[in-house]
């Protein structure tokens, strides 16, 4: 099995920054894309931001030019840094990766448990 946790949640006033994490660990021998998603209170679950393993990133424009995705394969990581935040970003955010596992010919995806994120004055 594959665990993902995520980390680096919290409240935050509008304007101000965080760096999300999310280290994978468990039967791992490879994970190709890693992604952000957000789902706010109501709300259907949305892509926040997504990198491939060689580094390639995909961003909708409401995130571009304020979210950066990055990741560490080493360390089996993807970061997520959010900068210029508005209330428009409250939602808890979770993170997923396609895993190969070496047990079958295919990756599966996995999902955090998602992490808090507020934004407000």
């Known amino acids: 099995q594959v665990q993902l946790v995520e980390s680096g949640g919290g409240l935050v006033q509008p304007g101000g920054s965080l760096r999300l994490s999310c280290a994978a660990s468990g039967r791992i021998v490879s994970i190709n894309d890693m992604a952000w998603y957000c789902q706010a209170p109501g709300k259907e679950r949305k892509l926040v931001a997504r990198i491939t393993r060689g580094g390639s990133t995909v961003y909708p424009d409401s995130v571009k030019g304020r979210f950066t995705i990055s990741r560490d394969n080493a360390k089996n990581t993807v970061y997520l840094q959010m900068d210029s935040l508005t209330p428009e970003d409250t939602a808890v955010y979770y993170c997923?990766?396609?895993?190969?596992?070496?047990?079958?010919?295919?990756?599966?995806?996995?999902w955090g448990r998602g992490t808090p994120v507020t934004v407000s004055s």
């Open positions: 997923n990766a396609d895993v190969f596992d070496g047990m079958r010919p295919y990756t599966n995806t996995y």
